[in-house]
C-alpha cells in the first residue's frame, strides 16, 4: 500500500513552455503533498506544500507564479512549471502524507525535466 | 528541527552487515529519528523511524543510543540494490502541513560485491 506515482517520468521541453507534472497516491487520500526539487548531487530541497482546496505555500526563493501548484483533490496535485528555461531542469519530486495513517510521507518516483 | 551529521560515504562488503551512523546531538525531546534512502535517480523510500526504542522492520533496525544524540541504521545483510544514498532526519512527528523532511547530504552507501 501507500504508492506515490508521477507523470511523466521524464519529460524534454523546448525553453518557454510549459510542462505539468502530476502526483496521484493511488491508495490512499492525502490532503498534503509535497513538492521537492533535486539538482544533480545535490539532496531534495522542499519547493512547496500543497493542501487540498487551498493555496499552495511556498519556500523562500521559489517563484509561485513559475510554479504553478494545483491540490484539486485529496489524490491529485499537479505542478506546472511555466515559461520554462534551461535552468529549471531538474529532477522534481513529490510525496504524499497519510493523514489517515500514521502521518508518514510516501515519495513519488520523480520526473526528469530537461529544457532545451 | 534538529540538524544531522552523517558520514559522506561508506563501503561495505556484500552479505556483510552495513551499520550507517547518524549524529543529532540537539533533537528536542519530541522529536523522532527517521530513515530515508535514495537509490539513484528515484524517489526517496522509506525505512524505518523511532523515537527512543529500537526499532526493527524487515528491510533494517534502529538503534537509538540512551542519550538520544546519536543512532545507527542496521542492514543486516547487505545487498548490491542497497547502494543509495541513506538519510537521516529528525522532526516532530507532526504530520500534516508541518511535516515536511529536511533533507541533508546524507550517506553514500556503495555494497561491493
Known amino acids: 500500500g501507500a504508492v506515490v506515482s508521477q507523470h511523466p517520468s521524464r519529460v524534454i521541453c523546448k525553453s518557454g513552455t510549459s510542462v505539468k507534472i502530476e502526483c496521484r497516491s493511488l491508495?490512499?487520500?492525502?490532503?498534503?503533498m509535497f513538492w521537492y526539487r533535486q539538482f544533480p548531487k545535490q539532496s531534495l530541497m522542499l519547493m512547496a506544500t500543497?493542501?487540498?482546496?487551498?493555496?499552495?505555500?511556498?519556500e523562500q526563493g521559489v517563484e509561485k507564479d513559475k510554479f504553478l501548484i494545483n491540490h484539486a483533490s485529496l489524490t491529485l496535485s499537479t505542478l506546472t512549471v511555466t515559461s520554462a528555461h534551461p535552468e529549471d531542469s531538474s529532477f522534481y519530486i513529490c510525496?504524499?502524507?497519510?493523514?489517515?495513517?500514521?502521518?508518514?510521507?510516501?515519495f513519488g518516483p520523480g520526473t526528469r525535466l530537461t529544457v532545451l | 528541527d534538529a540538524k544531522t551529521t552523517q558520514p559522506p560515504s561508506m563501503d561495505c562488503a556484500e552479505g556483510r552487515a552495513a551499520n550507517l551512523p547518524c549524529n543529532h546531538s540537539?533533537?528536542?525531546?519530541?522529536?523522532?529519528v527517521y530513515w530515508y534512502r535514495q537509490i539513484h535517480s528515484q524517489g526517496p523510500q522509506y525505512i524505518i523511524h523511532?523515537?527512543?526504542n529500537n526499532e526493527t522492520n524487515e528491510m533494517a533496525s534502529l538503534i537509538i543510543t540512551e542519550d538520544r544524540k546519536s543512532s545507527t541504521l542496521i542492514l543486516p545483510h547487505a545487498t548490491l540494490r542497497d547502494t543509495a544514498v541513506y538519510y537521516c532526519i529528525v522532526r516532530v512527528n507532526y504530520g500534516g502541513s508541518q511535516g515536511n523532511l529536511i533533507f541533508g547530504k546524507g550517506t553514500k552507501l556503495s555494497v561491493k560485491p
Open positions: 500543497s493542501n487540498e482546496g487551498s493555496k499552495a505555500t511556498y
Open positions: 510525496s504524499a502524507v497519510w493523514a489517515a495513517g500514521n502521518h508518514e510521507q510516501f
Open positions: 523511532g523515537l527512543k
Open positions: 540537539t533533537i528536542s525531546g519530541n522529536e523522532y
Open positions: 491508495d490512499f487520500q492525502a490532503t498534503t
